[in-house]
Structure formats: C-alpha cells, structure tokens
C-alpha cells in the first residue's frame, strides 16, 4: 500500500515537472498542483491544490482552492449548494442549506434572497406569484397570512403599503403607509439608512439610530448616495448616507449609516419643511411658505448662496416664494408660485435654460426665460423638464440622446422646448441622467431618451427622441419618480414597479438583473 501511494505521488511529480522546473525558489514556480519544498518541486496529492484551476466544480459553480489546498467550489449566483450540486435557488432549495420552504394552505411559498416566506394566491395582477413559480392566480380561501392595516398582500407575503417611492443613483426608497422607509440597492456609505453598509437586494428599514425604526415620515428623497426625508408636524429633515462634503447637513463630514438631523445656520434643529429634493452632492428642502434652504457641495453654486463655498447645514436661498424644488448633479431648479422657475449652478449644455448657453454657471437664482405658467420641475445631470399647469411638459438642455423629447437628437437647447405629444394631460414629470418620463391624468407611464438599461421600459435598449409607452403602465399608475438610470412607479394597487439599470439591486426585485420592462419591488415585511 506504502509503495502505491510513492508511486502515485512520483507519478504526479513527473506530470508536474513537464510543466515546471525540478529545482524552484518559490512554489509560484512549480505549476498550480505543486509546492516548492528545499528547493525542489513536490506534487500535492490527488484532490489538493495551489491554484483552483487544477480543481474541478460541479455545474453553475466556480472551482476555489483553500488556504489549506483543499479543492472546493462556490455555486454561482442564484445556485445553492445541494450535496455537492449547485441548482437554481427556488422555494424547493432555499438558502445555504437548501432548505425547502413549506406553503401555507391556499397559498405558495417564496425564496427571496435566500430567505423562504409565502403568500396567499390572489386575483388582483399585481398580487399574483411573481417568482417564476408558473402559478395561476386562485383567489383561493382561506389563506392562514393575515395582513395588518398599514400591509398589503405581495409576492414576499405582507408588505407595507408603499405612499411614495423616490429612485436615487444606484438605491431606491420608499415611504410606506406606516410613515416609514424603507431603502433597497447599493448601500456605500450607509445611504440604505439600516445601520449598515451591506448591499440589500429587497427593501430595509431605514433606523433612527441602530435598532430603532424611522418614523413619522412625510416626505423622501434618495439622490447620489444619500438619502433625505421630512419628518411629521414639525417639519425637521433628516439625512442619511455620504457626508463627505456635508451632504447631511448636520455639521459635519462624516458619513452616517442612520438618520440624522438637518441643522439650520444657528446650528438647530430645521424645522418647518414640506419637501426636500436630494441631489448627486447637495439637497434643498421646501419651507411651508415657500422659502428656500441648500447644504452640501456648492463647487459651481448649486447651493444658491452667491458663493462657491460648500456648508454642512442649511442655507437660506434668496429667492421668490417656490411651490417645488428640484436638485441635480450640479444644479437646482425652483418652480415659483408666480408661475415662472428659476435655477442655479453649473449650465454645462445650458440645463439652467437662461437662453444663453454662454453662460458657465449661476451663483443665484436665475430666471429660466419663456416659461410662465410653470407647476414643478425636475433637474438632472445636465437638463431639466418642466410640467405648466395646463398638464404640459418642456425640457431644455442636453438633448443627444433625444431626452429633450422633441423628436430631436441637437447637441443642447438653451430655451425649454416642449416635449411632442405632451401639450397637455400630464400630471408628473422626472428627468434623469440623460432620459425621462412623465405620468398622465390617466395613470399611464411615457418616457424618451436614452435607453441603453432598458430605462424607458418599453422592452427594448433602443433610444427614442419622442415619449414612448412603458409596457404594462398604460393605467394605474398614482405617481412617479426618476432616478440616475432607472425608474419606479406606485401603483394604486399599492404596489411599486421598477424598471431599467439593476447592477446593484436598485429595482427592489432581488436579483441585478437590469429590465426593460417594469418588475415589482419585494419588500422586507
């Protein structure tokens, strides 16, 4: 048995030495399934490693070699380890264990992210199993899931009622019913709100400090990667995520993984905000009378304040009594209670809309020309759109990816041009990095520009210079909200639909997987 063993082992040396040098310095120079030992290469045994690529791995995993050089493997995403089979992870083989989730009566169990749960069947389209479970909705009953006031039955069981949703950079949040928030996507810098800095692919709690939920929300905003929402009657603002240039406006420029307050400039707490709107580096939040107060980065005047200094707490703006404020990369924008709008900042390709695109930039507020009769307005990275009271929608700016949605793919426009179609009927408007969308009086979804995430949500990557319909949100739809890349619709069903860029999970749907089509948020309860 002794002597089977050497000459296995010899053998394996000599199948080694073909490929490496007899004598070696170091066992880099002895091949993946050798170690240098007194200066001379000596084959592992059979099974055994330097590098994983003399190890084998089953099907849909990656062969890995311990520190130990032990050969082993890692299923790949969406697999889990089955006794040494790598399968789909499904209710059937859930988790690390491969457990097998369990169905309540009347209804179907659910793996989400490793994480087995269930749900009644229901009749209602939005309600229906969405898990490639291949189910017909039963509407059967009684089903033993009982969901609570502020609940609504979805794919992962009961999940608060989304109000409002607000798609940022690379994260989305929503409010819910129970004036909470809850964050899903990339999670640098804590901008997820749940005290950590772990990716989540469904909806967290966003905390108030560590084990302690956020309540009493009004209002959200999710912007480059930091968060900000409006809290109950007194109206202060609360921040969370990057603080590297005073994003969070509470004196200081560390970044916080919970929510903190907004100072104003005598260092108190804020207070008497209806909105707030969350840019790339800074935000703005909308006072009850109309005043106007900017904190973060300021480098080309975004703030509003006459200067190019940044500040870590609010700032009040000089500016005429505002109904909407929107913030972007490097740019805000104002609608006005007189009608008119004005924004301030950077005008790279003229997104202030001055009708001067030789202007460089706008330290205060500066009226956007030919525009009267204006309701809200949405700021991007380097354009803006505009919905008019009569339901009307006008975009100005860069326009190569046809996002000024005129039919037109012009390098830039300095005047608002009104989008084709869209003269009226129109209730909502968002602009984001290079495309945007608008909801009509009907509940429909239309959007224009660039398409290369699938972010108009038609079913194709294809741009478009004229609005074109979101599949599958031809009605129903209550609001809307734009992000970098990707999009989000509440419907009034209760439920929240995403679509476009998901590279880190910012659709709510739990996988990264980007889509051209609209797909429903999961929740975490």
């Given at each position: 048995m002794?002597?089977?063993?050497i000459?296995?082992s010899l053998?394996?040396?000599?199948?080694?030495?073909?490929d490496?040098?007899?004598?070696?310095?170091?066992s880099?120079?002895?091949?993946?399934?050798?170690?240098?030992?007194?200066?001379?290469?000596?084959?592992?045994?059979?099974?055994?490693?330097?590098?994983?690529?003399?190890?084998?791995a089953?099907?849909?995993?990656?062969a890995?070699?311990?520190?130990?050089?032990?050969c082993?493997?890692?299923?790949?995403?969406?697999?889990?380890?089955c006794?040494g089979?790598?399968?789909?992870?499904s209710p059937?083989a859930?988790?690390?264990a491969?457990?097998?989730?369990?169905?309540?009566?009347?209804g179907y169990?659910?793996c989400?992210?490793?994480?087995?749960g269930?749900a009644c069947?229901?009749?209602?389209?939005?309600l229906?199993p969405?898990?490639?479970?291949?189910?017909?909705?039963?509407?059967?009953?009684?089903?033993?899931?009982?969901c609570t006031?502020?609940?609504?039955?979805c794919?992962?069981?009961?999940?608060?009622t989304?109000?409002?949703?607000?798609?940022?950079g690379d994260?989305?949040?929503?409010?819910?019913?129970?004036k909470?928030v809850?964050?899903?996507?990339?999670?640098?810098?804590?901008?997820l709100g749940?005290?950590?800095?772990?990716?989540?692919?469904?909806?967290?709690d966003?905390?108030?400090s560590?084990?302690?939920?956020?309540?009493?929300?009004?209002?959200?905003s999710a912007?480059?990667?930091?968060?900000?929402?409006?809290?109950?009657?007194?109206?202060?603002?609360?921040?969370?995520?990057?603080?590297?240039?005073g994003?969070?406006?509470?004196?200081?420029?560390?970044?916080?993984?919970?929510?903190v307050?907004?100072?104003?400039a005598?260092?108190?707490?804020l207070t008497?905000?209806?909105?707030?709107?969350?840019?790339t580096?800074?935000a703005?939040?909308?006072?009850?009378?109309?005043?106007?107060?900017?904190?973060?980065?300021?480098?080309?005047?975004?703030?509003?304040i006459?200067?190019t200094?940044g500040?870590?707490?609010?700032?009040?703006?000089?500016?005429?009594?505002a109904?909407?404020?929107s913030?972007?990369?490097?740019?805000?924008?104002a609608?006005?209670?007189?009608g008119?709008?004005?924004?301030?900042?950077?005008n790279?390709?003229?997104?202030?809309?001055?009708?001067d695109?030789?202007?460089?930039?706008?330290?205060?507020?500066?009226?956007?020309?030919?525009?009267?009769t204006?309701?809200?307005?949405?700021?991007?990275?380097?354009?803006?759109?505009?919905?008019?009271?009569?339901?009307?929608?006008?975009?100005?700016?860069?326009?190569?990816a046809?996002?000024?949605?005129?039919?037109?793919?012009?390098?830039?426009?300095?005047?608002?041009v009104?989008?084709?179609n869209?003269?009226?009927?129109?209730?909502?408007v968002?602009?984001?990095?290079?495309?945007?969308?608008?909801?009509t009086?009907?509940?429909?979804?239309?959007?224009?520009?660039a398409?290369?995430?699938?972010?108009?949500?038609?079913g194709?990557t294809?741009?478009s210079?004229?609005?074109v319909?979101?599949?599958?949100?031809n009605?129903g739809?209550t609001?809307?909200?734009v992000?970098?890349?990707h999009?989000?619709a509440?419907m009034?069903?209760?439920?929240?639909?995403?679509?476009?860029s998901n590279?880190f999970?910012?659709?709510g749907d739990?996988?990264?997987?980007?889509?051209?089509t609209?797909?429903?948020?999961?929740?975490d309860?």
């Amino acid at each position: 048995m002794m002597r089977f063993f050497i000459a296995v082992s010899l053998l394996a040396l000599a199948s080694c030495s073909s490929d490496s040098p007899k004598s070696c310095t170091t066992s880099e120079d002895c091949g993946p399934a050798a170690v240098c030992e007194q200066k001379a290469c000596a084959a592992l045994p059979q099974g055994e490693c330097r590098l994983p690529s003399v190890c084998t791995a089953p099907s849909n995993a990656t062969a890995t070699c311990s520190d130990t050089h032990l050969c082993g493997f890692n299923c790949n995403q969406g697999f889990v380890d089955c006794s040494g089979e790598c399968v789909q992870e499904s209710p059937d083989a859930c988790g690390p264990a491969c457990t097998k989730c369990t169905a309540p009566q009347n209804g179907y169990a659910t793996c989400t992210v490793g994480v087995c749960g269930s749900a009644c069947y229901s009749t209602a389209p939005d309600l229906c199993p969405d898990q490639g479970s291949g189910l017909a909705c039963l509407n059967q009953s009684p089903c033993p899931i009982s969901c609570t006031a502020d609940q609504t039955l979805c794919a992962a069981g009961c999940c608060s009622t989304p109000t409002a949703v607000s798609a940022g950079g690379d994260f989305t949040c929503i409010l819910t019913k129970a004036k909470q928030v809850q964050c899903f996507g990339d999670n640098a810098y804590g901008k997820l709100g749940n005290n950590s800095v772990k990716q989540s692919l469904i909806g967290v709690d966003v905390l108030s400090s560590p084990g302690s939920v956020l309540n009493g929300i009004t209002s959200i905003s999710a912007g480059g990667s930091f968060a900000c929402a409006v809290t109950g009657s007194s109206g202060g603002v609360k921040c969370w995520g990057q603080n590297d240039l005073g994003q969070l406006g509470n004196n200081t420029e560390t970044p916080s993984s919970v929510a903190v307050d907004v100072l104003d400039a005598s260092l108190q707490q804020l207070t008497g905000s209806v909105l707030v709107s969350s840019g790339t580096n800074s935000a703005c939040e909308l006072g009850a009378s109309g005043g106007v107060s900017c904190w973060g980065s300021n480098a080309n005047g975004e703030l509003g304040i006459a200067t190019t200094q940044g500040s870590p707490v609010a700032l009040a703006v000089t500016l005429a009594s505002a109904s909407a404020i929107s913030v972007a990369s490097h740019h805000a924008c104002a609608a006005l209670k007189s009608g008119s709008a004005s924004c301030w900042g950077l005008n790279t390709n003229s997104s202030l809309g001055l009708g001067d695109s030789t202007v460089v930039e706008a330290t205060t507020p500066t009226p956007v020309v030919n525009l009267s009769t204006v309701q809200t307005i949405s700021a991007s990275t380097d354009n803006t759109c505009a919905l008019t009271t009569g339901g009307g929608v006008y975009c100005w700016g860069f326009g190569s990816a046809g996002q000024l949605g005129n039919g037109s793919t012009s390098f830039q426009s300095s005047v608002p041009v009104q989008v084709t179609n869209l003269s009226s009927g129109v209730i909502q408007v968002g602009a984001g990095y290079h495309f945007a969308c608008a909801l009509t009086a009907g509940g429909s979804v239309l959007c224009w520009g660039a398409n290369d995430a699938g972010q108009l949500g038609n079913g194709t990557t294809s741009n478009s210079s004229v609005p074109v319909q979101t599949t599958g949100l031809n009605s129903g739809v209550t609001s809307l909200s734009v992000g970098s890349r990707h999009a989000c619709a509440l419907m009034n069903s209760g439920t929240v639909k995403c679509w476009g860029s998901n590279a880190f999970g910012n659709l709510g749907d739990g996988t990264t997987t980007s889509r051209t089509t609209p797909v429903a948020v999961l929740l975490d309860h």
